[in-house]
């Protein structure tokens, strides 16, 4: 017997039985350790303490600090253990968590422990990481917890997303606006569902465009094109051949720049050059770094960076130079070890404003600058002697507030010339508060898809709200992104009460996507599946751009593997909970299974509606169930139903069947809508569970506000 065997793992990336957020939910089987409590096993609690002391947070049960470190004295189960040391894992990985459940199922040993995550591969891996933690630690061996974490950490720096991509996500989700991640490992990210949707990679949209692209790729071109705008840019032109360089940099006046034509980051750049060697050396580089050589004027200053969104400046920073400061014994290598790569903000993470120097291999670009001050990398400064490393930005103060008005106006007409609605514009000035033109300042440099982390993380200023700022320009004031959703489950009927409401939203003139266990409809075109009732299904609906309304068919088995395929839905329907799905996933009681079904009610939105079946209990139950912070319209196939007199009796509404007719209801009033002769469904002997079927589709369409003429003709033409 295996012990800690982790049978299967189920990522339910929707709402779920757990949490409306996305979850990793293992199958564990105990093994040996099934009936061994942390408390009697001698000195366990106190390894498992110092290997992670970070878990006094954990509250636990008990609901204060230091509540997990209680019930590892008191004694709890390897389940349980697990699930904690897998969070705190993925915590110091870099990944900041604090959901999890531990359950046992109705199979002795065997626990369901459920963890919440930001990133697929990192939590799995976590869990992975904590088993063999715990397998140690009950048998009493040494663990290298610093190289697990080490290891956690280049996980989370494969796999999760970058801090730009984060802090787009992040205002998205404070806005309410629904958003998917299209492909592990990549920052590709749909926000907003249907014709709403918008996308993003990184700090580029859907919008970006490949000729906007194109030419901030070309330096020449952008320059052209900034220069004839109005725009201030360095004279320079491009050059064929290290001869050729040095007569632009004779006819320009040194000191001049060197770079790549079409080259990003800073590669291949050599700045602040007056000898013929300086120039020639730099050619060379700068040829093997991109298509093309060009030489510029230099401009003195310091490197500023402005961001400019939907034509509007949002941030800028300001770099400092890199300087060492000698000592007398260290050579210039060292000191960039002790001094400058020793700072955490440096790093070759996406979360780290500044990259580390490499001192092995050194930028040729900054071997040209230490040697017009006569160093080299093994010169051994003077006391108290600083010497410059790199002038690049090392972005490091917040400046938004000093950028002078006719610099906003320079940055964002260079934007608008290259097309771009995001654009990291490169500035180098000696003062960004007062116009370039006075100080000989110029732009000189357009980034597509620019990097935000010196706007999320400056070394001195305040954080600027530039995912607030990209999400406002893709979902302006008032829209969300969204489209309104059907969910619907049940035992029985659901595909049938899926199609029919299809039809009847009709009457809307929307494009309809469907979704149900036969396959998916967009309008009038059909795509067949047998995943269509499961999150794929759903998933396909929301992600065509042509859907305008959704109805989405959610199986128990999708539910409880996957979780739901939508966060939130305008309507969600609940037709029955019976007995024949029980043993799916170790749900084996109806309550449990009530609890699956009702996740779609968990998440219709405040001002949606619940159509609950009356006639089930287990279903009109969820009315009174503290999720549910809808509306509720029952359905019933009689009139006196005692539930539905009771709704009606507090204003409430209600679809049922009088006198061979389906009624509407809502307080007091009544109406007829048409009889039951009239559905152009088979509703009598074998068939009488379509009658419950036509009220949830009439319930549904009369929630989302379809008119009694609407129904009562889509009921009669239904095929």
Known sequence: MTDLDIREIHFLRGPNIWSNDPVLEAWVDLGSLKDTSSDIVPGFADQLKAWFPGMIEHRCSIGERGGFFQRLDRGTWPGHILEHVTLELQTLAGNTVGFGKARETCVEGLYKVVIEYLDENVAEACMREAREILLAGYAGKEYDIAGAVARMKRVVDRNALGPSTSAIIAAAEDRGIPWRRLREGRSLVQFGQGVNQRRIWTAETDRTGAIAEHIVQDKDLTRNLLRKAGVPVPEGRVVANPEDAWEAAEDIGTPVVVKPQDANHGRGVFINLTTKEQVDSAFQTAATEGDGVMVERFIPGNDHRLLVVGGELIAASRGDHAVVTGNGRDSIGVLVDTQLNTNPLRGVSDFCPWSKIDTEEWDPAILSELEKQDYEPSSVPNDGERVLISRFANWSTEVTGLVHPRNREHVTIAAQVAGLDICGIDVVCTDISKPLEDQGGAVVELNASPGLIMHLRPATGEVRPVGEAIINMLFPEGRDGRIPVIGITGTHGKTTTSKLVAHLMKATGKLIGVCHSEGLQFGGRHACSKMGDRTTGTWGVLLHPWTELAVCESSAESILLEGLGYDRCQVGVVLNVGTEHLGLGYIDTLEQMTKVKRCVVDVVLPEGTAVLNADDSFVAGMAESEHCRCGVLFFSHVADN??????????????????????????????????????????????????????????????????????????????
């Open 642 to 719: 005692p539930l539905v007199i009771a709704h009606l009796e507090k204003g409430g509404r209600a679809v049922f069947v009088k006198d061979e007719s389906i009624c509407l209801a809502e307080g007091s009033l009544q109406r007829r809508l048409c009889a039951l002769s009239e559905v152009a469904l088979p509703l009598t002997g074998h068939f009488s569970f379509n009658v419950h079927n036509a009220l949830a589709a009439v319930g549904a369409g009369w929630a989302y506000g379809l008119s009694d003429s609407a129904l009562a003709e889509g009921l009669g033409s239904y095929v």
